[in-house]
């Protein structure tokens, strides 16, 4: 398959958790680009899209829902995985079958793994240092590549099942 890895991430830490998902895919015979949202041009080729987003005080940045919205007017129905990463909330088993499933419109509603980020103080602004403070968050990396890498291959494992579908549906249409 095809595959967009689509990413917002205001530091880096969620850019660099969409890179090794984007590597897991390659491992699993995907063709990847890992593209920021604010810079993708066209949806058109992809079979597949996996959106990654920051999560700062319990929401995704607006880039990543804006984006969502455009997914679920252009790309719906084929499939779109969705992570995010922050501090709080992070999802105790993202392996399960409902955070590797593809994720329906508005993508961002449902179910999707949260894996731990990064907080950095010496990037941080003076309000957003206060809101760190405010939710009790510390400086450290809490992101766990292991577990990144455990998810994109099940989330390559279901994009293989979904190219054989397709593919199997193309064939039976051109008897």
Do not use: C
């Amino acid at each position: 398959m095809r595959v967009l890895v689509a990413i917002a991430s205001t530091y880096g830490a969620t850019a660099e958790i969409g890179e090794a998902v984007a590597a897991e895919l390659r491992q699993g015979g995907h063709d990847v680009d890992v593209r920021r949202v604010d810079s993708v041009e066209s949806l058109q080729g992809y079979d597949g899209v996996v959106l990654g987003s920051a999560v700062y005080i319990g929401r995704v940045l607006t880039s990543a829902r804006q984006f969502a919205a455009r997914l679920a007017e252009e790309f719906a129905p084929r499939p779109v995985w969705v992570f995010a990463s922050g501090m709080k909330s992070v999802t105790a088993y993202p392996l399960g079958a409902a955070f590797t499933s593809p994720v329906p419109p508005p993508y961002f509603g449902a179910r999707y793994a949260i894996f731990g980020g990064v907080v950095d103080r010496s990037k941080l602004g003076s309000a957003e240092r206060s809101l760190i403070g405010f939710v009790g968050a510390t400086h450290s990396d809490e992101r766990d590549f292991d577990l990144i890498a455990a998810w994109s291959g099940e989330v390559s494992v279901r994009m293989n099942q979904f190219d054989a579908l397709d593919r199997a549906r193309s064939a039976q249409g051109t008897r």
